[in-house]
């Protein structure tokens, strides 16, 4: 390759705004309804969304209560060729549809039960799709399988970075060494030893992570959120989420009534802000409808956890205004840092304005964290740690296949539970891509409405033919 060839290459990568991902975001934001169009909505003025797998390795094994996964999800073989395949088909669509850049969940059953190999190269063909890929674990897994996933067969790295979603609550049963959690805190040890196994890999092997946290609430565990979001935010996770249970699924594992004033988004909000000590403004940005998701961006300084924006502060909305006008395009995550320090440089050189914006919100942060903590801080070396909390309400299944159904026809709802349902579905911000019919469908829509169809259909075509695996509440040995 020529050396004006190369330059042009460079000078493409490090382009602050790509006109694809431009002409995508404004799609978006065009077909978002009027009622989440506002001043904090990200969709369509700083990403596209989150998306997700589908029919890919259903089977878990593990068992929660409850559990999302269809009747047939665990009669379903785990095939590394037909995950690739149907990934690479369904980032297709989704690359189609969202543009060029998303964050995608690799995302069935159990992920940890695909053979390493094939974890890895689905990963890669994700990122081939410029789809910025997250695994989706129950967190009870191996330091070896971690070595095989990111080196290849020759030893060699052949992952640079990785992200996962570590899956901890007291309702999942089968974790080797506690198979029936009495409670949340009996947990903590399982979830120090997953940030670990992380901090291992970029030690021995230079990988990098990204590490969330998920949890779902019930009544039986909504009154423990506060002390896990005290015990567990300090741990080494960038994104604490917690799912107020729905009823989806397999009705086998609903034990027990989901519903009440307790676990309301209000009630496990306020758990939330009670574990960070202090009230968390999610309105400051939205991503999709609130009534499905809240979101507070922050960091931990030590054990303390302080918001990136304060939502009273106009300078501060005025802040975040121009993060979404000016850095939408960049790609924080995705870009190599020798890339990411020019693209900034390039988007400063434009808007020069932008350097007195972000001493001002400079300024007001430090004034934030205050003097004693920032000299607590410089003694003892410890660097900033982003944080961001998340509360994503699913919806019932028993609400979202007629709301879907209507909509599919063209019409509104009268039923105000079923307006809603529609509203919501709507602004989804988590989507999935279906190769058959070129379209995408919320994940509610997805899990509720059109998973048991597909497994009863994987089940026929990926049938588990040897050693049978069964999920009887304790969890079988993988191979
Ligand atoms: S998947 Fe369901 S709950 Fe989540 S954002 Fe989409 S519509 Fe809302």
Same mark, same amino acid.
């Not at 149907?86 to 995608?104: E, F, I, K, T, Y």
């Not at 695909?114 to 910025?132: F, K, Q, V």
């Not at 590490?211 to 300090?234: D, F, I, K, W, Y």
């Not at 299944?397 to 909509?407: C, G, I, K, S, T």
């Given at each position: $390759?020529?050396?004006?060839?190369?330059?042009?290459?460079?000078?493409? /990568? +490090?382009?602050?705004?790509?006109?694809?991902?431009?002409?995508?975001?404004?799609?978006?934001?065009?077909?978002?309804? !009027?009622?989440?169009?506002?001043?904090? @909505?990200?969709?369509?003025?700083?990403?596209?969304?989150?998306?997700?797998?589908?029919?890919?390795?259903?089977?878990?094994?593990?068992?929660?209560?409850?559990?999302?996964?269809?009747?047939?999800?665990?009669?379903?073989?785990?095939?590394?060729?037909?995950?690739?395949?149907?990934?690479?088909? @369904? $980032?297709?669509?989704?690359?189609? %549809?969202?543009?060029?850049?998303?964050?995608?969940?690799?995302?069935?059953? !159990?992920?940890?039960?695909?053979?390493?190999?094939?974890? /890895?190269?689905? =990963?890669?063909?994700?990122?081939?799709?410029?789809?910025?890929?997250?695994?989706?674990?129950?967190?009870?897994?191996?330091?070896?399988? %971690?070595?095989? %996933?990111?080196?290849?067969?020759?030893?060699?790295?052949? =992952?640079?970075?990785?992200?996962?979603?570590?899956?901890?609550?007291?309702?999942?049963?089968?974790?080797?060494?506690?198979?029936?959690?009495?409670? !949340?805190?009996?947990?903590?040890? &399982?979830?120090?030893?997953?940030?670990?196994?992380?901090?291992?890999?970029?030690?021995?092997?230079?990988?990098?992570?990204?590490?969330?946290?998920?949890?779902?609430?019930?009544?039986?565990?909504?009154?423990?959120? /506060?002390?896990?979001?005290?015990?567990?935010?300090?741990?080494?996770?960038?994104?604490?989420?917690?799912?107020?249970?729905?009823?989806?699924?397999?009705?086998?594992?609903?034990?027990?009534?989901?519903?009440?004033?307790?676990?309301?988004?209000?009630?496990?909000?306020?758990?939330?802000?009670?574990?960070?000590? @202090?009230? =968390?403004?999610?309105?400051?940005?939205?991503?999709?409808?609130?009534?499905?998701?809240?979101?507070? &961006?922050?960091?931990? =300084?030590?054990?303390?956890?302080?918001?990136?924006?304060?939502?009273?502060?106009?300078?501060?909305?005025? +802040?975040?205004?121009?993060?979404?006008?000016?850095?939408?395009?960049?790609?924080?995550?995705?870009?190599?840092?020798?890339?990411?320090?020019?693209?900034?440089?390039?988007?400063?050189?434009?808007?020069?304005?932008?350097?007195?914006?972000?001493?001002?919100? %400079?300024?007001?942060?430090?004034?934030?964290?205050?003097?004693?903590?920032?000299?607590?801080?410089?003694?003892?070396?410890?660097?900033?740690?982003?944080?961001?909390?998340?509360?994503?309400?699913?919806?019932?299944?028993?609400?979202?296949?007629?709301?879907?159904?209507?909509?599919?026809?063209?019409?509104?709802?009268?039923?105000?539970?079923?307006?809603?349902?529609?509203?919501?579905?709507?602004?989804?911000?988590?989507?999935?891509?279906?190769?058959?019919?070129?379209?995408?469908?919320?994940?509610?829509?997805?899990?509720?409405? #059109?998973?048991?169809?597909?497994?009863?259909? #994987?089940?026929?075509? #990926?049938?588990?033919?040897? /050693?049978?695996?069964?999920?009887?509440?304790?969890? +079988?040995?993988?191979?």
């Amino acid at each position: $390759m020529g050396v004006l060839e190369r330059l042009r290459r460079w000078g493409r /990568a +490090t382009r602050p705004t790509d006109p694809e991902f431009t002409a995508a975001m404004a799609r978006r934001w065009a077909e978002l309804p !009027e009622t989440v169009r506002t001043p904090g @909505q990200a969709l369509g003025r700083f990403a596209v969304g989150c998306e997700g797998t589908h029919g890919v390795f259903p089977a878990c094994d593990l068992a929660c209560t409850p559990c999302y996964h269809s009747r047939d999800a665990n009669r379903v073989r785990v095939d590394g060729a037909h995950t690739r395949e149907q990934v690479d088909a @369904q $980032m297709s669509v989704l690359r189609r %549809l969202r543009g060029p850049r998303a964050h995608a969940q690799l995302i069935g059953g !159990e992920v940890t039960l695909l053979p390493p190999d094939d974890h /890895a190269a689905t =990963l890669l063909i994700m990122r081939a799709h410029g789809r910025e890929p997250m695994s989706m674990t129950h967190g009870d897994i191996d330091d070896d399988y %971690l070595d095989r %996933l990111v080196l290849g067969p020759d030893g060699r790295r052949r =992952l640079h970075r990785v992200s996962f979603a570590g899956h901890f609550d007291s309702m999942m049963f089968g974790r080797r060494g506690i198979p029936r959690p009495p409670d !949340e805190a009996s947990l903590h040890p &399982y979830r120090r030893q997953f940030v670990a196994r992380f901090e291992r890999l970029s030690r021995e092997h230079g990988v990098r992570s990204f590490l969330a946290h998920n949890m779902t609430v019930t009544p039986a565990n909504v009154s423990e959120v /506060a002390e896990v979001v005290r015990a567990v935010g300090p741990m080494g996770f960038g994104m604490l989420s917690f799912q107020p249970a729905a009823y989806v699924g397999d009705d086998r594992r609903w034990h027990g009534d989901f519903r009440g004033a307790d676990v309301g988004p209000d009630a496990v909000w306020a758990q939330i802000e009670s574990g960070a000590g @202090q009230r =968390l403004d999610y309105r400051i940005v939205e991503n999709g409808d609130v009534r499905c998701n809240r979101t507070a &961006y922050g960091f931990y =300084l030590g054990d303390r956890w302080y918001p990136l924006l304060d939502g009273a502060d106009p300078r501060d909305l005025a +802040t975040r205004d121009a993060v979404f006008a000016h850095l939408s395009g960049i790609g924080f995550a995705a870009t190599p840092v020798p890339a990411l320090v020019v693209k900034l440089a390039r988007v400063l050189a434009r808007h020069p304005g932008l350097l007195a914006v972000a001493a001002g919100w %400079l300024a007001r942060t430090l004034r934030r964290v205050g003097a004693r903590s920032l000299l607590r801080t410089v003694a003892s070396r410890s660097w900033p740690r982003p944080v961001t909390f998340v509360m994503h309400q699913f919806m019932d299944a028993a609400a979202v296949e007629p709301a879907w159904a209507m909509m599919q026809r063209g019409e509104t709802a009268d039923d105000p539970r079923l307006r809603e349902t529609q509203e919501r579905l709507a602004a989804c911000h988590y989507a999935m891509g279906h190769p058959d019919t070129g379209t995408l469908v919320p994940a509610c829509v997805q899990h509720g409405v #059109l998973d048991p169809a597909a497994n009863a259909a #994987l089940r026929r075509l #990926l049938p588990i033919v040897e /050693a049978r695996r069964t999920i009887t509440g304790t969890r +079988t040995e993988k191979t």
